[in-house]
């Protein structure tokens, strides 16, 4: 190249620079603003049309939105519905303006030569994690897939026992050996058997589970429940054991320890009780299966006799026996609720020093009344001996020491073994 033609290059290189960075800063300037004003106008547009939205959901929410109710349960009422769609509508509103404001900026710094880089490392915050985020997804559809089928067999087998259980229930499925009242408690353990085993199935396929921070949160939940829920697994365990004892049902009268009443609930951890009082006792069912229990209904049923109520009293000798064995029938007799048929009876159970002991034994089906039927009987008793001028307070004997030596008297002292022996030889 000539050197007189170098400075021809250099000044048109020169002139061509300048012509490329007037003119388009100036378009792109104008193109920007355009961008920012359009962005601004949309933004204005999304915040007008929330604002009509929470409006209208506002003004509708007594007549349109029903407050949530399941099984008679209020949850939510239908203003708190509405709060809580407002605060999801201005979440939402939020999103939607960031996001224009990352589109915006990047776009515009674009444009420009001094700003290029930085455009593309703000495109690139935005765009690799929604990248990643889409490949993840796309990657574990097939996970995802096998779950939703074990999920969707699970769910089916579950109805399937649900049916069986009901039709158990109802009696219209008898199987032998199987009563009525194991239906539900058996369906509820094999759907928690099946629970945990689609649990240890679906493990694998969850998004993580082989990382180790998964890995000991499932540890840590486990020591957890192990170390923390000892008495409530013991409980647990107990109440199905008690389940297929079938010692009681709901209903039934019975007596745990010294505590008795109605069997007012009976659940996996424990049992609750209803006094005559109306005393409401709830006792851990690992208690309840190690004490001894009292069921008097299941004398009451159809193909029983019924319950045998007794009532045990004392009378001196002088009075003949057969005379006591009458008024102790009579008095069971006319005592409401109980049977005629089978007949009253009466058993002498002892004859001590002074007395003798009689026990009278009735049969009633009404186990529900049971303290009021003891109280008539006891009332009949007591009509039955005074109207035959019998008392019936028993004899007592006693030895009275003159007034002034009760504290002087002692009781005799042993005499020694060997003062004992030589007394004995010499008598003999």
């Known amino acids: 190249m000539e050197q007189d033609e170098l400075p021809a290059l250099t000044e048109a290189i020169e002139q061509t620079l300048t012509e490329r960075s007037v003119m388009p800063f100036a378009q792109k300037l104008s193109i920007a603003a355009g961008i920012i004003a359009g962005q601004i106008l949309l933004m204005w547009i999304v915040w007008l049309i929330f604002k009509k939205t929470s409006d209208k959901i506002t003004n509708n929410a007594g007549s349109r939105i029903k407050p949530l109710v399941i099984k008679n349960l209020r949850l939510l009422t239908s203003r708190q519905i509405t709060n809580v769609i407002l605060f999801f509508l201005k979440i939402l509103k939020y999103i939607i303006t960031v996001f224009q404001l990352f589109i915006t900026i990047p776009i515009v710094f674009s444009l420009f030569p001094a700003t290029e880089n930085l455009a593309s490392t703000i495109f690139g915050y935005i765009l690799n994690p929604l990248k990643n985020i889409a490949f993840s997804i796309i990657k574990y559809i097939p996970n995802l897939i096998t779950i939703i089928i074990i999920l969707l067999i699970t769910k089916y087998v579950i109805k399937g026992l649900k049916f069986f259980s009901v039709q158990i229930a109802r009696e219209k499925l008898k199987l032998p050996g199987f009563y009525p009242e194991w239906a539900q408690p058996t369906f509820n353990i094999l759907r928690f058997m099946l629970y945990a085993f689609t649990v240890a199935i679906v493990y694998p396929y969850l998004p993580g589970s082989e990382s180790r921070i998964f890995q000991g949160v499932s540890v840590f939940v486990g020591l957890i429940f192990s170390f923390g829920s000892s008495s409530a697994i013991g409980n647990l365990v107990a109440g199905i054991i008690i389940t297929y004892m079938r010692s009681f049902k709901i209903g039934d009268r019975i007596q745990i320890h010294n505590n008795v009443g ?72 006319k005592t409401r609720h109980v049977l005629k048929t089978p007949k009253p009876f009466v058993l002498q159970t002892a004859l001590d020093d002074f007395y003798a002991r009689y026990q009278i034994n009735c049969y009633t089906k009404k186990i529900d009344n049971m303290p009021a039927i003891y109280s008539e009987l006891y009332a009949n008793l007591q009509d039955g001996f005074a109207s035959r001028g019998l008392d019936m307070t028993a004899p007592h004997f006693r030895t009275n020491l003159p007034p002034g030596e009760e504290a002087l008297w002692k009781p005799p002292e042993e005499e020694p073994d060997e003062k004992k022996g030589k007394k004995d030889k010499e008598e003999a």
């Open 262 to 333: 109605f069997v007012v609930e009976k659940s996996i951890m424990v049992l609750r009780i209803k006094t005559s009082k109306n005393e409401y006792i709830t006792i851990p069912n690992l208690q309840v299966l190690q004490a001894s229990i009292i069921n008097y209904n299941t004398s009451s049923d159809e193909d029983e006799e019924g319950l045998v109520l007794h009532a045990d009293i004392t009378f001196a000798y002088s009075t003949p026996w057969r005379l006591i064995h009458e008024i102790l029938i009579e008095a069971a007799l």
